[in-house]
Each structure stands twice: as structure tokens, then as C-alpha cells.
């Protein structure tokens, strides 16, 4: 029996983009994986897709910001068996304001999604995690943790105090055996981040991505974190930046001229 057969895994924000395509990519590699997102209809269309004989997917709705709704979930786990590992992926943006003209209900909802979210999914699976004795705990971040942009303040400090929460947690899991990996991806084109981040304006949406060439898919992040939490339990990608190549940096994107 090797390290790798039977894991389990909670994946939050299975509903769509990297968080989907990572449930669906674990389910394809014979993993059990308990999908939690609000929206029932998109995992059970996730449920659906998944190939016979390969993995499962067990849909689990529900509100990473909500501590009694994440609670229950956890019990729900609990009943039908434990996982090894979790992917926080649930997470997202909303608006590009500057700081002077910030609007606090966009800054409140990040900050709960991103960061409190986070910490509610970890405090009830960290017990879980600890009992198997080779733990993993994958946080999906972002290169807006590691630089501000003009536009970006809010999402910023969200992501750099998930960002935060990761490293600390790192260091205190250790000596359980509890890894902890942190991915950070750049530009990445998914259907609803940038819908949501831009108050569901589908043309602005478009432009976020517009000429350049290969930004990541999801599916490109998705290898990477499953990449991640399959790697021998000893070897830790503890912090992970991944960009397209014409984004070489915060401040260089390269379009083509449409
Ligand atoms: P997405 O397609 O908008 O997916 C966001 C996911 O989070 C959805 O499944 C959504 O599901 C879930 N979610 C949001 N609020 C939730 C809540 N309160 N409770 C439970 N689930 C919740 O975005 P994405 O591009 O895949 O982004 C996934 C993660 O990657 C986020 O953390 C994002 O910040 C990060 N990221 C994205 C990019 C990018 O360019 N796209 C780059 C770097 C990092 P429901 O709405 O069904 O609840």
C-alpha cells in the first residue's frame, strides 16, 4: 500500500473555476472528495461528471463563512469516514476601487471569504487533519499576497492575511505532522472571478484577459495542487507562485495588440 492510495480530501470552492477543477482532477486520480461550495446545483453537476470507476464526489453545501454551517459539514465528514487533506480554495474579489474610495461591504466580504473562511474550514478539519498523523492543509492565495496594485487594496489584504494565517499555521502544524502549502497563482481565466470581482459586467470580465496570450486556466492550477498534495507526505511545497508567462511580473503583462 502506498502513501497514495485511499486519500480523501475537503475541496471548497468546488462549484466552479479552480476549486472545481481540482475536485474534478483528484476524483479522476481515485480520490474520495467531499465538495463543498453554496451552490448545490453546480457540485451535483460536478457529481454527474465525474467517470465511473474512478473517484467519488460528495456534494456538500455550504457557507465557508458561516461557523455553524462549516461545523456541520465537518460532522457530515466525520460520519462517512475522515480526510487527509484540504484545499481551501473558496475565495474571491470584489471591486477594483482605489483605497480612497474603497467601499466597506466589498472589503468586509473579502476579508470573510478569503481570510475567515479560511480559518473556519481549518479549525474544524485541524483535529481531523492532526489524528491521521500525515495531515496536509493547501491554501489557494495569490500574487496580490506577495504585491499591491493600484485597484487592488482590498483583495490585497485579504490575500496577504490568508497569506498570513499560512505561514503561521505552518509553523505551528509541524510538529503534528500537518503540512501546509500555500499556491499562489497570478492571472488565471476562469469564468466568474473576474464577472464577480467586476460586479457582473461581462465586457470589463473579458478585458481583465483581453490579448494576452495563455493566461493559466484552471486546469493549470488544478495540476499544480494536486501536484501538491500527492507528493511523498515528507516533501512540502510550502509555497508555490505560479504565473502565465506574459505575466512576469505584477507590473508586466503582455498584450497583443487585438
Ligand atoms: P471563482 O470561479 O469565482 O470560484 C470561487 C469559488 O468560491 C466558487 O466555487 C464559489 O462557490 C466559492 N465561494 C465563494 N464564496 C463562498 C462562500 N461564502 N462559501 C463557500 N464557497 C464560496 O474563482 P476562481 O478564479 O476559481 O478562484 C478560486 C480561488 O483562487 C479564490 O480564492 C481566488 O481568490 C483565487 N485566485 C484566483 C485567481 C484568478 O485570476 N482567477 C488568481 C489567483 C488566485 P459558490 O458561489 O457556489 O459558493
Redesign the pocket.
Known amino acids: 500500500m502506498t502513501e497514495n492510495d485511499h486519500r480523501a480530501a475537503v475541496v ?9 477543477a481540482t475536485a474534478a482532477r483528484l476524483a479522476a486520480q481515485g480520490w474520495t472528495v467531499y465538495a ?4 448545490a446545483e ?1 457540485l451535483q453537476s460536478l457529481v454527474d461528471e465525474v467517470p465511473e470507476g474512478t473517484g467519488t464526489v460528495i456534494p456538500l453545501p ?4 458561516d461557523t455553524a454551517d462549516v461545523e456541520r459539514v465537518r460532522e457530515q465528514v466525520e460520519a462517512a469516514g475522515r480526510v487527509d487533506t484540504v484545499l481551501c ?5 470584489r471591486g477594483t476601487d482605489r483605497v480612497a474610495d474603497g467601499r466597506l461591504e466589498d472589503w468586509d466580504w473579502m476579508y ?3 481570510v475567515l ?1 479560511t480559518l473556519n474550514v481549518t479549525q474544524a478539519f485541524l483535529p481531523m487533519l492532526r489524528a491521521t498523523g500525515r495531515g496536509t492543509l493547501l491554501i ?5 499576497a506577495l504585491a499591491s496594485y493600484e485597484g487592488g487594496g482590498g483583495y490585497n489584504a485579504a ?1 496577504m492575511g490568508q497569506h498570513g494565517l499560512a505561514g503561521a499555521l505552518r509553523l505551528e502544524e509541524a510538529e503534528h505532522n500537518v503540512r501546509v502549502i500555500e499556491v ?11 464577472l ?1 470581482r467586476l460586479r457582473g459586467d461581462q465586457q470589463a470580465a473579458e478585458k481583465v484577459y483581453a490579448g494576452v496570450e495563455n493566461p ?1 486556466t ?1 486546469d493549470d ?1 488544478a495540476d499544480v495542487c494536486t501536484y501538491a498534495v500527492s507528493a511523498p507526505h515528507h516533501v512540502n511545497l510550502d509555497q508555490v507562485v505560479m504565473r502565465p508567462v506574459a505575466q512576469a511580473s505584477q507590473f508586466k503583462l503582455i498584450r497583443k495588440s487585438q
Open positions: 471548497t470552492g468546488a462549484s466552479s473555476g479552480i476549486g472545481r463543498l461550495a453554496r451552490r453546480r455550504a457557507d465557508v463563512t480554495i473558496a475565495g474571491g474579489a470573510r471569504v478569503n473562511g489557494l492565495t495569490s500574487t496580490a490575500k499562489l497563482p497570478g492571472l488565471v481565466h476562469t469564468e466568474e472571478f473576474s464577480n493559466l484552471a492550477v
